[in-house]
Structure formats: structure tokens, C-alpha cells
């Protein structure tokens, strides 16, 4: 089935638009951008899916203790399905998926929004003479605090329960 007319940007959903000059296309400053915006949006999908994953089987086995004590199931069982909750809440502690999630995201939109910007010749990137460098500044501003944000975060103590 065809797009409709005007449908263009849902073909975008994990894309970047392209300039449709050759010489942007290639140039390796949009290539730059284009390969730390995929490498961000998989980052993003990838701890999402692992925050999601993680918290369905943490609420999996805390309605399972709750059902095995109510049924009078042995202690060992109970006590087996009490401790997933612990592995997979410490791991959600140790790796921050949900802050990850949070964070890579943030940083692929924004490089998707910059490339909106410079694809449509707007600024800050509407001059010439100026456009190259302001993108690069930009790539460089976006990874750079998303690094010192990951560190951040691998940094902070995980919460004690």
C-alpha cells in the first residue's frame, strides 16, 4: 500500500531525513551524525526492552509469592520466587536501564532534531558558510553530555532497600 500524500515523515520513525544535495549525503560530518544517531536510537530500544522486560518479571514473581504463600506452597518454592525479585531489581540497579532508556533516547531526538534543522537549511544552519560547523559543534555537544551523563550514572551508589 502506497503513502498517502503528505505521509513522508512516517517513514522516518527510526531515520533521519537526507539532504538532497550528494555532497551532504557524503560528507563525512552527516555521515558522523547519521551513525551516532542509530547507534543512540538502538542504545534507547535496547534498555528499553531490558527495563521492560526486567519490571514485568519483578511484578511476575512478586504476584507468584503472594499466590504461593496463599496456596501454603513450600518454603523453599516461595523463597526461590522472592529471590528472582532480588536478581532482577539488583540488576536493573547495577546496569540503569531506565535511566539509559531515558537518556539515549533524549540524545537520538535531539540529533534527529538537528538534522531536521540542517536538512532543512533553518537555523542555526540556514548559513553557507557556517552550516558545517555549527553541526559539528552540535554532534559534538550531544555525545559529549550524553558521556558525562552515562558516567553519572554509572557512577551513583545503587539504592539500598
Known amino acids: 500500500m502506497a503513502d498517502a500524500p503528505g505521509d513522508d515523515w512516517k517513514r522516518l520513525a527510526n531515520a533521519l531525513p537526507q539532504p538532497p544535495d550528494a555532497d551532504d549525503r557524503d560528507d563525512l560530518l552527516w555521515q558522523e551524525l547519521s551513525a551516532q544517531f542509530a ?8 534498555t528499553r526492552l531490558w527495563y521492560q522486560v526486567l519490571k514485568v518479571a519483578a511484578l511476575v ?3 507468584s509469592v503472594t499466590l504461593l504463600a496463599a496456596i501454603s ?3 523453599a518454592v516461595t523463597a526461590s520466587v522472592a529471590g528472582v525479585i532480588v536478581v532482577v531489581e539488583g540488576a536493573q540497579q547495577i546496569f540503569q536501564f ?5 537518556s539515549y533516547r533524549g540524545s537520538a531526538e535531539l540529533l534527529r532534531r538537528h538534522a531536521f534543522l540542517y536538512v532543512a537549511s533553518v537555523r542555526p544552519y ?5 552550516r558545517r560547523t555549527r553541526l559539528a559543534a552540535a554532534l559534538t555537544e550531544v555525545t559529549t553530555q550524553e558521556k ?8 551513583q551508589e545503587p539504592a539500598k532497600g
Request: glycine share 4%; charged share 20%; no cysteine.
Open 39 to 46: 547507534w543512540y536510537d538502538r542504545a534507547a530500544t535496547r
Open 61 to 63: 514473581a512478586g504476584a
Open 73 to 75: 506452597a513450600p518454603a
Open 98 to 102: 531506565h535511566s539509559n532508556w531515558i
Open 126 to 130: 540556514d548559513q553557507p558558510s557556517t
Open 148 to 155: 558525562s551523563s552515562w558516567s553519572r550514572n554509572m557512577e
